[in-house]
C-alpha cells in the first residue's frame, strides 16, 4: 500500500501552460506539504496545511495554487508554466508538529 | 531567514571507508530530523534529535545533536554501497515547517 502516492510521476510541457500535480495520502496525517527540488537536490518547502488549511505559504509566486479538498488530498496547479519551474516536486505528510515527513515519490517537472 | 548549511556538499569515499557529514544552522535548531534520499528516489526519515548532546544509533549510524544545539552530525562506519545517496538534515523552523539542509551527496566506490 502506498502511503503518500502523487500523480504524475513525469510531467513535460511548454512554458505558458497551466498543469496540475496531485497528492494523496493514506496515513491519516493531518498534515501535508509541497516541497520542490531543483537541480541543485535543495529541497524548499512551498506550502503546509493542516487539516485543509493553509499554514505556510513560502513565498511562492501566485502562480501556484495549492487546494485540499479533504485532508488528505494536496493537489498543486501552476499557471503559466516557466522554464525556472522544472524541478521535481515533493508531496509528504505528516501526523502534527515535530512528527517524521513521509514524501510521495516525487513528480519530475520539465517545462520546454 | 534560518539557513541550515551541510557539509560536505559531496564526498566520495572507498567501500569499508567512514563518512561525516555535518549540519549548522545560524539559528539554534529546535529539533533536528535526518533523512536519506537514494538517487531517484525521495527523502525517507531516518531519526529524529531532541535535546542537546543526544546521541543515537542505528547499526552502523550515529547521529548527534551539539550541545549548543547549532549543529548536528551523522556519523557512518565502514560504508557499504547501499550507502550512496544525498543525506539531509531538517529542522523544526515554526509551525509546520520544515527547513532543509543543503545536503550531502555520497558516493561509495566498492
Known amino acids: 500500500d502506498t502511503a503518500v502516492s502523487q500523480t504524475p510521476k513525469y510531467l513535460v510541457t511548454q512554458m505558458g501552460n497551466d498543469k496540475s500535480i496531485k497528492c494523496e495520502q493514506n496515513?491519516?496525517?493531518?498534515?501535508m506539504y509541497w516541497y520542490k527540488q531543483d537541480s541543485k537536490k535543495f529541497l524548499k518547502i512551498m506550502f503546509s496545511?493542516?487539516?485543509?488549511?493553509?499554514?505556510i505559504n513560502e513565498t511562492v509566486p501566485n502562480r501556484f495554487s495549492p487546494k485540499s479538498p479533504d485532508k488528505a488530498h494536496l493537489n498543486l496547479h501552476i499557471n503559466s508554466l516557466e522554464l525556472g519551474d522544472s524541478a521535481v516536486y515533493f508531496c509528504?505528510?505528516?501526523?502534527?508538529?515535530?512528527?517524521?515527513?513521509?514524501f510521495g515519490n516525487g513528480t519530475r517537472l520539465t517545462v520546454t | 531567514g534560518q539557513q541550515v548549511m551541510q557539509i560536505p556538499q559531496y564526498q566520495h569515499v572507498q567501500e569499508g571507508e567512514d563518512f561525516t557529514t555535518y549540519c549548522n544552522s545560524s539559528?539554534?535548531?529546535?529539533?533536528i530530523q535526518w533523512y536519506k534520499q537514494r538517487p531517484g528516489g525521495h527523502p525517507v526519515f531516518l531519526i529524529q534529535?531532541?535535546?542537546?548532546?543526544e546521541v543515537k544509533k542505528q547499526k552502523r549510524l550515529t547521529f548527534q545533536f551539539g550541545e549548543a544545539k547549532k549543529n548536528s552530525s551523522l556519523h557512518i562506519t565502514a560504508t557499504q554501497t547501499t550507502d550512496v545517496g544525498t543525506y539531509f538534515c531538517?529542522?523544526?523552523?515554526?509551525?509546520?515547517?520544515?527547513?532543509f539542509g543543503t545536503g550531502t551527496r555520497l558516493k561509495v566506490l566498492a
Open positions: 496515513l491519516g496525517h493531518d498534515t
Open positions: 509528504a505528510s505528516g501526523q502534527g508538529m515535530g512528527s517524521p515527513l513521509h
Open positions: 531538517a529542522d523544526l523552523s515554526g509551525t509546520y515547517k520544515y527547513i
Open positions: 496545511y493542516n487539516n485543509k488549511e493553509l499554514i
Open positions: 534529535l531532541v535535546k542537546s548532546g
Open positions: 539559528t539554534t535548531l529546535s529539533n
